[in-house]
């Protein structure tokens, strides 16, 4: 459970805050995970397969928080989405590298709900079909960025009918403070 709106600084009236605080919403999500024995009979989610962490150098004025007196000030720069054009396109193709995969391979993407430019940059810079972010983009239009709620939701979209077919990969891709990224390699 993430409440983002206990950080809206109301005196804070800069565009950050403005922002942070529109964009922004609360949520609450949860995720039963079993293990292959146990999972016969029940509906077939992703199995995961690998995960990758990053955490960009010289980015911590880029997203993040700064903690007062007053409570959490968000930190949010315009250049979140050059940060991911610079980065996330390559960290991803080296990823999926190290599992013998290309982009080409992926058939699912389930992308944090950042924001629509963060949505373009990331879309732009994998050089994606145009309908790949669509749940990303429903889930923000209709909730809100939902922090990191904001994946259960965009994988809830992902997995309603018709879900990804056997056999297929998918990757979710998360960002946060830092600047950092979180990958997991999925597979259906």
């Not at 509906?43 to 903690?67: C, F, K, M, N, Q």
């Not at 960290?91 to 373009?120: E, Y």
Request: charged share 20%; aromatic share 6%; glycine share 10%.
């Amino acid at each position: 459970m993430e409440l983002c709106s206990l950080t809206v600084q109301r005196d804070d009236h800069s565009v950050a805050n403005l922002v942070a605080s529109s964009l922004f919403g609360d949520g609450a999500g949860a995720v039963v995970a079993t293990g292959a024995e146990l999972a016969s009979g029940l509906r077939a989610g992703p199995r995961l397969l690998a995960s990758r962490s990053r955490t960009y150098p010289d980015t911590e004025d880029v997203l993040g928080w700064e903690i007062g007196s007053d409570g959490f000030r968000i930190v949010l720069s315009v250049e979140v989405a050059t940060v991911v054009e610079k980065y996330v396109a390559d960290d991803i193709r080296n990823f999926l590298g190290d599992h013998g995969l290309t982009t080409a391979d992926v058939s699912t993407w389930v992308l944090h709900a950042a924001g629509p430019k963060v949505i373009d940059a990331v879309e732009n810079a994998l050089e994606l079909p145009v309908h790949a972010l669509d749940p990303t983009r429903d889930s923000l239009r209709d909730n809100a960025n939902l922090s990191s709620v904001s994946m259960l939701d965009v994988l809830r979209a992902t997995m309603a009918d018709p879900p990804p077919p056997p056999g297929s990969f998918g990757i979710m891709i998360a960002m946060g403070p830092g600047f950092s990224s979180e990958f997991v390699l999925l597979g259906w």
